[in-house]
């Protein structure tokens, strides 16, 4: 999966998604008002300060009023410094409550991610997941920062200067006002225009770079079958198609960019033409025509970067529609009423009746199995790769739910338990054994801080851990990297029998590890599993056989389907599959000490 | 590293984008023309009116107003024109010389060896490919436009303020040089902060990546609600530290707020002083302000300017720790170019090969194999046999030993006649986003379409193709479909040997592929390709026990050589091997 899907571009704004993600404003009313209205006083203050040059030099310039003049520059110098301070804390006003939101759009979306049924994870890759939680929310966060404020502040400054200019003469006002239509025609044409072109252009660099992708990944092949230079050429073509279409946008903001301060320049023209006329007719005063001359330039300025907010708004449109389309993921489902109290011990039965199931239509992975499994009893199932073993787990904590047929813990269909109150019970072990960045007590208790670190050397001695663990450089300090790549496999093992001994299960299932151990370890590992599944029901799935020739029961799974159960030495006098399966393990030993 | 080294090699960079620059300088030169113009043109705006408004207090008539107007829209036309005429070169320039980077970078990694890639994950190139490259455009776009213009824009609106009243203009210009250095002090500290919030940044993917990664592990144990407070927890600091920024950012625009309106109030204290004595006219001042909101972007922009560029050097620097890397593998001086055929004779002789200095993959490796005939290497994962077949077609080269094909050492060969006589299927079948045709005609440019069908029907996938709607132009990868892995291994077969390659080597090429399709491949390709050399790579006995030679590799060594009888009679590792197997095929019959 190349990290570099082709975004499909939605609508710049949709109303239904901006009102789920105005949702999330709602915390925030007040910081929200307060904001605004910091918004509206930065944009009066700014406004006001032509309007104090022009006071300044029809009062008390062109009367020679030094007094007058300095009275304004002492306001100006306090406007100033009030519009320094309350810009700053507009700004980081504004950027708190945009980081206070996308704080919230995390965790929902993290919050999400852990209750969604493993079948979610298994059709979605992990990197189109963590897009969600990393750059989709970046770029809703510039829309909630830059954006929507950008938008908001520029309508309110071009209402305050219409209103402002109507206010101060209205004729002229009206007259400046001409050249508006105009602007916005431009201003339509070039936005349909560009935003084509960024559609096309964002098309293409996806191309370009997962073609180069692909090829990076699969130089060997380009290299062997002499296609160097084949492909340089289908890649400079998309290169050059990309290029093509950025000249497009060069030419557009080129021609834009003029046009607009072209029509600003109209105005101006206007101004002195019309405004020059009223003052010969005695109608304007001279300092009017100069603040008029500024309010223009400074009408035309928020509608020059209008394309570039336009590009924020699109990107997060898109972005908001994604997050939305993952929150709106159905959770696990969790039937079940009946919940257990955190210290509940359960008696550890499990039944299996008639189960069938299928993690696809009516691909049968496990066909009709009947099992019976009583408390305390140590059970192993055993099979080739692919019979369906591993299924098993996945059902019993009910990571699955059966198609047919009913499992029952303690003699209740297991649908019935609440799902944290049934995965209580269960300890699991599985063979990939899953490190986090940490510490290795951090690895043993999950990081739980119910877990004492007594309890986490307890756990590790009585695993037979304690030696390895405690010849590391921070003992069980040691933060544990790339995944535990320092750590052998037998290490990793014992770490995650400390793990679920911790946890202290009534119920434990093991996924027997399938790589090779050396066999020091692996004589480790045997005596702390015979601890750990002291005192508890135990399911093993074997991939050694040598490790469960004491088991009360051995299931032997091929196919989907239970062909054999009985003990070991039952089962090699059936001589039947499990006795062929324990012959080709003693041949694979062979040829791994040979 | 001191200061003066680190500006040495700033140089060096900046001196490898200079050849780039130098393919496009007409219209770089051009572009600095219009800049000039640009700014020249935009400079006299204020002076008209500056006029315009000198000749009103003089009570001009609608005459000469209309003239002024008619001025100003000139004047503007003009500006419109050559600031077209400076983004159509100048922005023009950087996104010809994005382009041939780019091109030059893709064009590079072909050259590189595998061993390269090892070292370079993907991620890596595709990074710099991507953001660093971005980089580099910005600082030959952007950056050097707005340099341009900023200096042009500071240098004509200084002129005409000083033309105008020197003694003003020195007022206007007091708080430039301290926002200059105050915009670029503050990007630098937020180009720090920056830094931190990346990391924040990396910390949440990492957690979220083990959090999906490990969701079985997360919900078997019960922690959602406790990963959730640790994700809460990072959550929160990662608001903090943009927090932080933000208010850098602030501070930074209110701060350039405030200092150009510091600008304006000088200009009307002092400006108004020189009224009421009489130096100044009305119109100047007016012109002053005009000049003054003009002056404010320059000074926000230099800082700006001078971080992009920064960026694009250190951009530049990844760039070209990549383009250069001499290629590795590469037709030596001695080539033998009179060569053009290969026959496939090949010659291993004490070959050893690691890929970094303490960990041999192989060692002293020595087999020979005419051409036509057929050689089987077993073994263990990660025995060394994928590397031995990547050794034939140069995809790597060996420190120790020496290899032969028709009796000429490989490095005399000429790397392209050597690669164009090999027929590779890998052990990871790697199809590209394209069409089947595409796909299988890879590397045998212009086939007849009887020759395509031909090859898919040897590989057996022919049935397969036509069961698509579109048959061989169905689009494979993102865009297309999916194929099983048997289906994409016998593509790769057809694919390798629709070249009718002398040397045809499989790499595990039909582990995806059913014992009974795969001895009907195999029966038909030994009649085919019946002249070409062949080495296959497999874990099943039944696909190897009819070469004429099998090895056994472990660990990097040959541990048995002979012929299938030979080795069962021998009784070793061979031997095993197919017991293993034969039990294995009878437990699947049951």
């Known amino acids: 999966m190349s990290g570099y899907e082709e975004e499909v571009l939605g609508k710049v704004y949709d109303h239904v998604l901006m009102r789920r993600l105005l949702k999330y404003t709602r915390p925030y009313t007040k910081q929200i008002v307060v904001a605004i209205l910091a918004l509206l006083l930065v944009a009066g203050l700014q406004l006001i300060q032509p309007r104090l040059t022009q006071i300044g030099i029809d009062e008390y310039i062109s009367t020679g009023n030094i007094g007058g003049l300095k009275w304004i520059i002492a306001l100006y110098a306090i406007i100033l410094l009030t519009n320094f301070f309350v810009h700053l804390g507009r700004q980081y006003l504004m950027e708190w409550i945009g980081q206070q939101i996308m704080f919230s759009l995390r965790r929902d979306i993290f919050g999400t991610l852990q209750h969604l049924p493993l079948s979610f994870y298994n059709r979605t890759p992990v990197g189109r997941l963590i897009t969600r939680v990393t750059t989709d929310v970046q770029s809703l966060n510039e829309l909630f920062t830059s954006g929507l404020v950008a938008i908001f502040s520029d309508i309110i400054i071009l209402t305050g200067i219409i209103i402002l200019m109507l206010s101060m003469n209205w004729k002229l006002a009206l007259a400046a006002m001409v050249v508006l239509p105009l602007l916005f025609i431009v201003t339509f044409i070039f936005k349909r225009k560009v935003r084509d072109v960024f559609r096309m252009i964002r098309t293409r660099i996806a191309r370009i770079n997962s073609y180069m992708q692909e090829n990076i990944s699969g130089m060997a092949v380009v290299q062997i079958f002499n296609r160097e230079q084949k492909n340089f050429e289908q890649f400079d073509k998309l290169n050059a198609s990309h290029l093509d279409a950025f000249l497009k946008t060069i030419f557009y903001f080129a021609v834009f960019f003029p046009l607009v301060s072209f029509i600003g320049a109209l105005s101006t023209a206007i101004i002195i033409w019309y405004g020059g006329g009223q003052i010969i007719a005695n109608e304007l005063t001279f300092g009017g025509l100069v603040a008029f001359l500024q309010y223009s330039t400074m009408f035309f300025r928020p509608i020059s970067d209008l394309s570039e907010k336009f590009n924020i708004l699109q990107a997060a449109m898109a972005a908001s529609e994604r997050v939305f389309s993952l929150l709106d993921e159905k959770p696990e489902q969790d039937s079940g009423s009946l919940i257990l109290p955190p210290d509940y011990r359960c008696r550890g039965e499990i039944t299996f009746e008639n189960v069938w199931f299928a993690y696809q239509d009516e691909n049968w992975i496990l066909k009709d199995i009947s099992l019976e499994i009583n408390a305390g009893e140590k059970v192993a199932i055993v099979g080739a790769t692919g019979a369906g073993k591993s299924t098993i787990i996945n059902l019993i904590a009910r990571f699955y739910t059966i198609q047919k047929g009913v499992i029952t813990l303690d003699g209740r269909n297991i649908k019935d338990y609440e799902l944290q109150s049934l995965r209580r019970q269960i300890g699991i072990v599985l063979q990939d054994v899953f490190l986090f960045a940490g510490t290795i007590a951090d690895n043993i208790s999950l990081g739980n801080p119910e877990i004492s670190r007594e309890k986490i050397v307890e756990a590790a001695r009585y695993v037979n851990a304690l030696d390895f663990i405690e010849k590391l450089p921070n003992g069980f300090d040691t933060e544990v990297k790339e995944r535990g790549a320092t750590l052998s496999v037998g290490q990793k093992q014992l770490l995650s029998f400390a793990r679920a001994l911790a946890f202290n299960p009534s119920i434990l299932i093991l996924d027997e590890a399938t790589s090779s151990i050396d066999t020091e370890s692996e004589i480790l590992i045997q005596k702390a599993m015979e601890k750990l599944i002291e005192n508890r029901t135990s399911i093993i799935i074997a991939h050694r056989l040598s490790t469960i020739q004491n088991a009360d029961k051995i299931v032997v799974l091929h196919k989907g389907e239970i062909r054999e159960i009985g003990s070991h030495s039952e089962l090699l006098r059936l001589n039947g599959l499990y006795a062929r399966l324990y012959e080709l393990q003693f041949i694979g030993q062979e040829v791994r000490t040979g | ?590």
Not at chain 2, 406 to 418: F, N, S
Request: proline fraction near 3%; hydrophobic fraction near 45%; charged fraction near 20%.
């Open chain 2, 1 to 590: 590293m001191s200061d003066d080294t680190r500006n040495i090699s700033k140089i060096e960079q900046i001196k490898t984008i200079i050849p780039y620059l130098a393919k496009y300088k007409k219209k770089l030169f051009l572009g600095l023309f219009f800049v000039m113009m640009t700014n020249l043109v935009g400079a006299a705006m204020p002076l008209v009116i500056r006029n315009a408004v000198d000749h009103i207090e003089k009570h001009a008539d609608m005459a000469t107003l209309s003239w002024y107007s008619l001025g100003i829209l000139a004047v503007a036309l003009l500006e419109g024109i050559f600031l077209y005429a400076m983004r159509q070169t100048l922005i023009v320039v950087s996104r010809y010389v994005e382009y041939e980077l780019r091109n030059d970078f893709f064009r590079h990694l072909q050259r590189m060896s595998l061993r390269f890639f090892h070292q370079h994950p993907t991620g890596d190139l595709m990074a710099r490919a991507t953001n660093d490259l971005n980089a580099v455009r910005s600082l030959v776009g952007p950056a050097l436009m707005y340099f341009c213009n900023t200096s042009m824009l500071l240098l004509w609106t200084i002129g005409v303020m000083l033309y105008m009243s020197p003694g003003l203009t020195l007022w206007a210009l007091l708080p430039l040089p301290i926002t200059g250095f105050f915009v670029y002090k503050m990007i630098g500290r937020i180009h720090s902060i920056y830094r931190a919030v990346q990391e924040k940044y990396s910390d949440i993917t990492t957690l979220t990546q083990e959090n999906i990664s490990g969701i079985r592990v997360v919900k078997s144990y019960i922690q959602e609600d406790f990963e959730k407070q640790r994700f809460a927890l990072l959550n929160k600091d990662y608001i903090g530290q943009n927090l932080s920024m933000a208010k850098i950012r602030g501070l930074l625009w209110a701060g350039t707020g405030l200092f150009s309106g510091i600008g304006v109030l000088l200009v009307l204290w002092i400006g108004g002083l020189y009224v009421m004595e009489g130096q100044l006219t009305i119109g100047t001042l007016t012109a002053f302000f005009t000049l003054q909101t003009w002056l404010s972007w320059p000074m926000i922009s230099l800082g700006w300017v001078l971080n992009m560029t920064e960026q694009g050097i250190v951009s530049m620097a990844r760039l070209n720790e990549i383009l250069q890397t001499p290629p590795e593998i590469a037709d030596a001086p001695n080539v033998r170019r009179d060569i053009t055929r290969v026959r496939g004779d090949i010659e291993f002789r004490n070959v050893s090969f690691a890929y970094d200095d303490n960990t041999p993959v192989l060692q002293d490796i020595t087999f020979s194999l005419r051409a036509g005939e057929t050689m089987a290497i077993v073994g263990h994962t990660g025995a060394g046999k994928s590397t031995l077949l990547n050794l034939i077609p140069r995809l790597l080269d060996i420190q120790e030993g020496e290899i032969l094909i028709d009796g000429i050492p490989i490095r005399r060969l000429p790397l392209e006649v050597l690669r164009r006589h090999i027929g590779y299927v890998p052990q990871e079948t790697f199809l590209f986003s394209d069409t089947i045709r595409e796909n299988i005609l890879f590397g045998a440019g212009n086939s007849s379409d009887g020759a395509l069908e031909e090859v898919a029907k040897v590989a057996r996938i022919y049935d397969d193709i036509s069961e698509f709607d579109k048959g061989f132009e169905t689009m494979l990868g993102e865009r297309g479909i999916n194929l099983s892995g048997g289906q994409k291994q016998r593509t790769a077969i057809s694919r390798a040997i629709i070249r009718k390659p002398s040397i045809l080597l499989l790499d595990d090429a039909l582990s995806a592929v059913d014992t009974y399709t795969e001895e009907e491949i195999l029966k038909r390709l030994r009649k085919e390709m019946a002249g070409t050399t062949s080495i296959i790579v497999s874990h099943r006995i039944s696909t190897v026990k009819n070469a004429d030679k099998i090895i056994v590799l472990e660990n990097g060594q040959i541990r048995e050589r002979g012929t299938h009888h030979s080795l069962l009679e021998s009784n070793g590792i061979y031997a095993e091997l197919h017991r293993k197997q034969l039990l294995e095929e009878s437990l699947e019959e049951l």
